[in-house]
């Protein structure tokens, strides 16, 4: 149990555009899930926590109407990337608990993002 | 502001050998261990949780708790070229978890 779905593995696009990543809790519901990102051989980076049916909680430094989140049903998180920049290039994962916080995580497979 | 240290390696152990995987953390009051094996290029892939003093075993692997001392660390028996990846020590905290930098574990055949 516990698996959580994360979609598209990889995508490319140019700069300027948006990206739309989905995440999804597929044999539990998660009321907060977890946005990481990870650049090339270094350490996971929490960019924000995702919370159903509110607004998501950002970390310091992450711009939040750059990295839009919306967590609508108690299975479904998304981060859109907003105008998209090569910096933007990176891996994104999302991540959730099926329990409470003594409890792990449990990552998705990750999206690999290009900007062109 | 909890810490989790490994030591980032690189580890290498011959194929067959027991690789030992070490993490110690800072805060005495923390309740939950893990250890996430991460490939390169992949998510972070959850391997053992323990959750109270002394050993616990499952297939090859076997996470060992030391509360006392705060460390808790991974053996890996029988080691497989499979298993070369970096390992990741966790413990639960504001963010949600505090992970290590993890320690990169190369099996050479």
């Known amino acids: 149990g516990a698996v959580v779905s994360q979609h598209p593995s990889w995508v490319i696009c140019k700069s300027g555009t948006s990206v739309k990543i989905e995440c999804r809790s597929l044999?539990?519901?998660?009321?907060?899930m977890f946005w990481y990102r990870q650049f090339p051989k270094q350490s996971l980076m929490l960019m924000a926590t995702s919370n159903e049916g509110s607004k998501a909680t950002y970390e310091q430094g992450v711009e939040k109407d750059k990295f839009l989140i919306n967590h609508a049903s108690l299975t479904l998180s998304t981060l859109t990337v907003t105008s998209a920049h090569p910096e933007d290039s990176s891996f994104y994962i999302c991540?959730?608990?099926?329990?409470?916080?003594?409890?792990?995580?449990?990552f998705g497979n990750g999206t690999r993002l290009t900007v062109t | 502001q909890k810490e989790v240290e490994q030591n980032s390696g690189p580890l290498s152990v011959p194929e067959g050998a027991i690789a030992s995987l070490n993490c110690t953390y800072s805060d005495r009051g923390s309740q939950s261990f893990f250890w996430y094996r991460q490939y390169s290029g992949k998510s972070p892939e959850l391997i053992m949780f323990?959750?109270?003093?002394g050993d616990k075993e499952d297939g090859r692997f076997t996470a060992q708790l030391n509360k006392a001392s705060q460390y808790v660390s991974l053996l890996i028996r029988d080691s497989q070229p499979s298993d070369s990846a970096t390992y990741l020590c966790a413990v639960p905290g504001n963010t949600p978890l505090v992970f290590g930098k993890g320690t990169r574990l190369s099996v050479i055949a």
């Open positions: 991540s959730a608990r099926n329990g409470g916080p003594n409890s792990p995580l449990h």
């Open positions: 323990i959750y109270s003093n």
């Open positions: 044999d539990f519901q998660a009321t907060t």
